[in-house]
Nanobody, 123 residues
Framework: VQLVESGGKLVQAGESLTLSCATIGDTFDDWAVGWFRQAPGKEREGLSCLSTSGIDYAESVKGRFTLSTNNARNTIFLQMNNLKPEDTAVYYC???????????????????WGKGTLVTVSS
């Protein structure tokens, strides 16, 4: 499974940004797919995931971040509103086969990862 993230850039605090994650030659139909981020010196953090159970969000981003997918189910998006400097990180998408995980917000449960896209939020 090949995952390609895009959309990261430098933004100012308070602005919005939407990231994309595309799977090449496949769809997300048989996978749970999640968004994660890793800030310098910190552990990788689960933000949101889409599975047959629905969409889950970490408490840290609930109400500010929204995960969605296109009709073809080969691209997912992460809309991020009211960005803060502490949102600065490399953002990744990752997948795991449906049923092969306990928690799709837990990075160690995910199997395939994209290379990430950098989001920098200036104050």
């Amino acid at each position: 499974v090949q995952l390609v993230e895009s959309g990261g850039k430098l933004v100012q605090a308070g602005e919005s940004l939407t990231l994309s994650c595309a799977t090449i030659g496949d769809t997300f139909d048989d996978w749970a797919v999640g968004w994660f981020r890793q800030a310098p010196g910190k552990e990788r953090e689960g933000l949101s995931c889409l599975s047959t159970s629905g969409i889950d969000y970490a408490e840290s981003v609930k109400g500010r971040f929204t995960l969605s997918t296109n009709n073809a189910r080969n691209t997912i998006f992460l809309q991020m509103n009211n960005l803060k400097p502490e949102d600065t990180a490399v953002y990744y998408c990752a997948v795991v086969p449906e049923g092969d995980y306990n928690d799709c917000l837990y990075a160690d449960d995910m199997e395939y990862w994209g290379k990430g896209t950098l989001v920098t939020v200036s104050s």
